[in-house]
């Protein structure tokens, strides 16, 4: 038996791991390892291998990945019952025949990696390329024995979507957010008191004790989004975890509560920009989510809510209780439920607008980290200008500033 066609009979001897060729490269592979492993003989055969190694050739090339950190990469997030299941609990305490059958399929995938298909195609150029990433399986000499540090990697990323992506969006699916709005945290100044409060309450939510769903009001362009985008910067790493949910969506909060509630991550449910007319229904939804319902509360989640208003529900004059047959009688009862809504966070924390002194503030601070060099006064000069012709006053409008500031001087530097 020829060894690729040895090579295909284990790839498709996985227990666990099948999942891992599901990506386009995986697909390319195991096409081609099934052309090479036909009976057949004569140009037809030929032709249809060396069209499957193209493609498999291509689609390397495409990604930029060697074959062997395309195979390491999908074994770390693949999404299994020994990756579930070992985020939860010690290797000793699951099944023995869960650990053989994950210790069979890395012994299987270690050879698929290390095998060579130029042994057959000498004559065309093979796809070499440097290791993008280093990590245990590339040291190692036998990945059986890797179990444990592979297990410490489950629980420290996660599988599957929520290891590759630290931010994602529902639209009746979870969708990762690839290139996720890079903002730290210390290039949010001038809001120390809630910037404080919700780095403290994140760290809790971490640290797998009690934290609260927060609302961040005040005007806009003041950090309430940025500085949420922020923490999942800084705590990614400690197994935070972002979802963006738009309001068209909220009726599918409890679903979205499901998928998460059971995961290991620690869970932000994002809600920028809220508010409510006074007929709006889908309101109810996050109500539930905030109060709860015969469902527990998932422990590892939490609501940070964003919006310009105090009182998250419009009020008009109209609104206001006046005797008449046609009302409600307990309408005044009514109408503080709608107004009381913001209540049902846990924490209010409030973006002032920023007077002058705190918009100088943003914008020396912004000024350093960017490097600009530029005397105070004519700093705070052009700051002060810019606010007026502008935007006003607002940590939007200092990075704003600062962003044309610093092309305007690239661009000056460079025709110098």
Request: net charge negative; with cysteine; proline share 3%.
């Amino acid at each position: 038996m020829s060894e690729h066609h040895q090579i295909y009979i284990k790839a498709n001897s996985l227990l666990l791991y099948q999942s891992v060729f599901n990506h386009q490269v995986g697909k390319a592979f195991l096409n081609l390892l099934h052309q090479l492993s036909l009976t057949e003989t004569g140009l037809n055969y030929k032709i249809n291998c060396l069209q499957a190694y193209g493609i498999w050739f291509k689609t390397l090339a495409n990604f930029n990945q060697s074959w062997q950190d395309y195979l390491i990469e999908q074994i770390l997030l693949d999404d299994n019952p020994f990756s579930q299941q070992v985020q939860r609990k010690a290797l000793s305490d699951l099944p023995s025949s869960l650990l053989t059958a994950t210790r069979h399929d890395l012994k299987i995938l270690q050879e698929i990696s290390n095998w060579n298909p130029q042994n057959t195609f000498n004559s065309l150029p093979s796809w070499q390329i440097a290791h993008t990433f280093l990590n245990f399986f590339h040291q190692s000499q036998n990945w059986t024995e890797e179990l444990e540090t592979l297990a410490k990697h489950y629980r420290q990323y996660g599988t599957g979507i929520f290891a590759q992506y630290k931010a994602l969006q529902w639209k009746e699916a979870l969708l990762g957010i690839k290139n996720f709005d890079p903002i730290q945290i210390d290039e949010i100044v001038g809001y120390e008191l809630p910037k404080e409060t919700l780095i403290k309450n994140t760290e809790c939510l971490l640290a797998g004790l009690p934290a609260l769903h927060v609302l961040l009001y005040g005007s806009r362009g003041n950090g309430k989004s940025s500085l949420v985008k922020a923490l999942l910067n800084q705590y990614s790493e400690q197994g935070l975890r972002l979802i963006e949910v738009p309001k068209e969506f909220f009726q599918d909060l409890p679903l979205i509560l499901e998928k998460v509630r059971e995961q290991p991550q620690k869970f932000i449910i994002f809600v920028d920009d809220l508010s409510f007319e006074e007929d709006d229904e889908t309101f109810k939804a996050l109500k539930v989510v905030l109060e709860g319902s015969a469902i527990a509360k998932a422990k590892n989640v939490v609501v940070y809510a964003t919006s310009n208003r105090r009182h998250l529900i419009k009020e008009y004059f109209s609104d206001r209780p006046r005797p008449s047959e046609a009302d409600e009688v307990h309408s005044w009862d009514t109408q503080q439920e709608k107004l009381s809504f913001s209540d049902r966070f846990g924490l209010t924390l409030t973006f002032e607008s920023a007077n002058q002194e705190t918009y100088l503030k943003i914008v020396h601070h912004l000024a350093k980290i960017a490097n600009l060099g530029l005397p105070t006064d004519e700093l705070d000069f052009k700051a002060k200008q810019w606010a007026t012709r502008h935007n006003g006053r607002s940590g939007r409008t200092a990075r704003q500033f600062i962003d044309y500031l610093q092309g305007e001087l690239n661009f000056t530097n460079k025709q110098t």
